[in-house]
């Protein structure tokens, strides 16, 4: 299947990825970053899924004749019209709140629409992404799933047996729905060293999962101008989904609910997306704060000092969802990936990088907390200072950029441009909040590194600023340069930029991030990657900033209609074939969309 023919449920702790054709292909318990038991998404069948749908399609694996979300609920409908009648499965996964000891439950309920309709069911449970094959036994009416630390327990009417198809071991179901009747299926995780899990009712799951969602939707705050109501809808489903990916008990957010989904089918930038990346903290910040998701906001920021608690000199660039270190990369060869696309990755090496970058995009997101009223402990200065001091030491070192260069380093201007930023915003803590600080030293090295970045970061006999110093190169991320105030929208060195990056970096009518055969091959990697969404909404917020706003909106509504049918847009598009590339939901796209659409609306 398609990236886009997937959905997304979640519960607040995890997400599953339900495809078209009723399968649940991707599912990691209980954390988003736990080995998966569903991993089919990046293997084949026998990595483990569950799949429930007519048998009248079963082996053309035709799709849904329709699906949706039930209003803003993260509780997917997809109905299938056959021969027999017709029929809907409702897939959830009831939010579990802030214990991290709560059980995850997968509900999926069968409902006859009209006639009556055959159906079948199989289930696969394969722990540590597709690894082991669980022992299986039936225990007071329900199927246990045991290996290692791990079980799984359904719970359903329907008699099941163990079968083995195309030599895997399956357990399947064949039943029949009549117009009316319902049938349900649970699955829920346990530790398999502690006491069953007591299953929730399904019917009360679904009803309380649609209670919550909606509740939470009350606190929106958005309203789209005149002519473009459309947007409000799109920006709700992004926070909806942005909700989705965070991590209840910590406060953190997840890059996307998936690993090693290919930036390029059949190449080798495939990375795990299941971890909390710090630049993502401003953006994040100024989607959930601009449209009424303070407590979220707060939840964030807590998770940012927590997780940036210690040496500065040993600030990561990500951290686990509970604010792990060691998020060693490894790779699991036998999975055959995601439409061939190999290796397929778990953990990221890109966390010991260096990243200047990231002491900047820390210092902003801290700043826009205090901004907005949500942070006053002593200890967020205490721990701003510490960061500020290391910034002053090293913003002249070479880094990786905010794009993980696995080549040499370099010095990329923006993360010169963010480091200016962080000292920037130190000053203004001081100017405007009152807050103890060297504010002459810092003013002075704000100037000095706003000049060097002028004078070796600026082609001027191309009017534009370039990927790094001497660089022939252009980066996307340069489009970030007005909008931390490093120059006004207004200044022709910003206008020539952005007019450079979108004419130089243009994949029909999106960005790259940066073209890697740039430079002799700036990355290190063979191949090349999709157009990246988030920096095609940057250039829609760069175009309104430098005053064509016409074409601002044009752009916002083509990557309106790049969305799957349910509102989730992955990391990138791959242009020529019409299709999305890497790991999905992505965080930073709806966070892209939610913040453009804010800027054009004038929020």
């Known amino acids: ?29 209980p954390r988003f970053d736990s080995p998966a038991c569903f991993a089919a998404l990046v293997g084949d069948a026998d ?75 199989e289930l696969r449970v394969r722990f540590d992404y597709g690894h082991i094959v669980p022992w299986v036994r039936r225990v007071h009416g329900q199927t246990c799933f045991v290996a290692g630390p791990d079980s799984l327990w359904l719970t359903t009417a329907v008699r099941t047996e163990g079968a083995e198809v195309d030599g895997a071991l399956t357990t399947r179901a064949r039943f029949e729905v009549a117009a009316g009747e319902r049938v349900a299926f649970v699955l829920t995780y346990a530790p398999s060293y502690g006491p069953a899990p007591r299953p929730v009712h399904p019917h009360a799951a679904l009803a309380a999962t649609e209670a919550f969602w909606n509740d939470w939707l009350r606190r929106f ?52 997306y299941r971890y909390c990346w710090l630049r993502d903290a401003t953006m994040t910040l100024q989607a959930l704060i601009g449209t009424g998701y303070t407590a979220e906001a707060k939840a964030w920021r807590e998770w940012l000092l927590r997780a940036v608690a210690g040496d500065p000199a040993d600030l990561q660039i990500m951290y686990g969802i509970d604010g792990t270190r060691r998020l060693t990369e490894f790779e699991l060869g036998w999975l055959a990936g995601y439409a061939g696309s190999t290796p397929v990755r778990v953990g990221n090496a890109a966390s010991g990088q260096f990243q200047l970058d990231v002491w900047g995009e820390v210092l902003d997101g801290l700043h826009l907390a205090r901004e907005h009223g949500i942070a006053h402990e002593t200890s967020a200065w205490d721990v701003q200072r510490a960061l500020l001091d290391h910034l002053e030491s090293h913003w002249s070192d070479p880094d990786n950029g905010l794009w993980e260069i696995r080549g040499p380093q370099r010095h990329f201007v923006h993360s010169k441009v963010m480091a200016w930023a962080g000292i920037d915003r130190a000053v203004q803590a001081v100017e405007r909040f009152g807050l103890d600080g060297p504010v002459q030293r810092w003013r ?52 020539g930029t952005v007019e450079a990056v979108q004419r130089e ?55 309106l209609d790049l969305r799957n049918d349910v509102g989730i847009l992955s990391e990138e598009w791959d242009a020529v074939d019409k299709r999305q590339l890497g790991n999905t939901p992505q965080a930073f796209s709806h966070v892209g969309l939610v913040n453009t659409a804010r800027r054009l609306s004038g929020c």
């Open 444 to 495: 002075a090295l704000r100037a000095q590194i706003h000049a060097e970045v002028c004078e070796r970061g600026y082609d001027a006999g191309r009017t534009t600023f370039t990927q790094f110093y001497g660089s022939t190169g252009l980066d996307a991320a340069l489009l970030q340069i007005p909008a931390v105030g490093f120059l006004p929208w207004d200044d022709p060195r910003v206008v």
């Open 1 to 29: 299947m398609l990236i886009e023919d997937y959905a997304l449920l979640g519960d607040l702790h995890t997400a599953a990825l339900v495809g078209r054709n009723g399968a649940i292909d991707w599912l990691c318990l």
């Open 221 to 272: 705050s958005f309203a789209a101008p005149a002519g473009h109501e459309h947007w409000t809808a799109a920006v709700r489903r992004s926070l909806v989904l942005l909700k989705a990916l965070t991590h209840a008990p910590t406060g953190g957010i997840v890059a996307a609910a998936t690993t090693s989904l290919p930036e390029q089918l059949g190449g080798p930038r495939n990375w795990d």
């Open 505 to 559: 970096l243009d994949h029909d009518g999106f960005l790259l991030r940066y073209d890697p055969t740039a430079d002799g091959g700036v990355d290190g990697l063979p191949g090349g990657e999709g157009a990246f969404l988030a920096c095609t909404f940057w250039l829609a917020d760069a175009l309104h900033g430098i005053g064509r706003a016409g074409e601002a909106e044009r752009i916002f509504e083509r990557l």
């Open 47 to 121: 990595a483990g899924l569950f799949r429930l749908a007519p048998a009248a399609v079963w082996e053309t694996d035709v799709g849904a004749t329709r699906r949706a979300y039930r209003g803003d609920a993260l509780v997917l409908d997809s109905e299938w019209d056959t021969p027999d009648g017709a029929v809907r499965v409702s897939d959830l996964m009831p939010p579990r709140g802030s214990s991290p000891d709560s059980a995850p439950d997968l509900v999926r309920i069968v409902e006859g629409v009209r006639g009556r309709v055959p159906m079948r069911m």
